[in-house]
């Protein structure tokens, strides 16, 4: 896909990996629609692709609310008369042990909001606005492509039973649409990085992140631009389709 005048839905794009990928692609030449809960932060994401030259768009909208992306995706339609991709990269994070207990004791359970919590946004987030995406290209009849973001938690991470299980469900679902869309010129990937330089881990104790980073096989973080390369990649190369890209420094969680 030459990305020239095409159109771009990013999720989570206020801020860390989203801001960067959506800068990404308009420095390719793409217009993008700027989806996030946080509205200040949206402004400065929304500055940075407009100084590319582009049109950027910002739309509040929870990801986790089908009302929210039906409407979401049906005012970019309507405000921009294409769809060519999207990227799912909205996300958070609700750590905890599953059981924590000490001498045969019960100290704390991880909780069933934050089980829920975590899987609203991650997996349900990704269905809606990976359907309504898909709905959308195949009535323009241009075709497109979707990109999910997943993460290497999802071979399963300790302290992490929500965001694994949500984050192997989104793999899951990218391969499966890339078998149903294709008909449609639709393609699907997705992209599990590792740890990534982001505001969040950049809050992190110093001598926390200098032991993240040691246990990492080229000795740093991902830089969120790095990340926003592979995505560019999956929007460009019309071959790609039912894959899952791991960026992670040749950090692996599991086989």
């Known amino acids: 896909m030459d990305l020239q005048d095409k159109v771009v839905v990013i999720t989570g794009a206020a801020r860390g990996l989203g801001a960067a990928i959506a800068q990404g692609i308009a420095a390719k030449g793409s217009n993008v629609a700027l989806v996030d809960i946080d509205t200040d932060a949206l402004e400065s994401s929304q500055a940075a692709c407009s100084a590319a030259g582009v049109t950027a768009r910002s739309y509040t909208a929870n990801v986790a609310k089908e009302d929210d992306v039906v409407a979401l995706f049906a005012k970019v339609a309507k405000d921009f008369g294409r769809l060519d991709g999207c990227i799912n990269n909205a996300g958070i994070l609700r750590d905890g042990l599953l059981i924590k207990a000490k001498d045969g004791k019960i100290i704390s359970k991880m909780s069933l909001a934050e089980w829920q ?3 609203d946004v991650n997996l349900t987030g990704v269905f809606l606005c990976g359907r309504e995406a898909a709905e959308h290209m195949i009535k323009f009849g241009d075709g497109g492509t979707i990109i999910n973001i997943s993460s290497i938690s999802r071979a399963g991470n300790f302290g992490q039973t929500n965001y694994s299980a949500a984050k192997a469900g989104v793999a899951a679902m990218s391969v499966v649409w890339a078998k149903e869309l294709a008909r449609h010129g639709i393609r699907s990937n997705a992209i599990a990085p590792g ?32 990340v926003a390369h592979a995505a560019v990649y999956l929007l460009e190369n019309d071959y790609m389709s039912g894959r899952v890209i791991d960026i992670d420094g040749g950090l692996r969680l599991g086989s």
């Open 117 to 119: 919590a975590v899987i």
């Open 195 to 226: 740890f990534v330089n982001t505001e969040m881990v950049a809050s992190m104790k110093p001598e926390a992140l200098e032991k993240m980073a040691a246990g990492i096989p080229v000795q740093r973080l991902a830089e969120p631009e790095e």
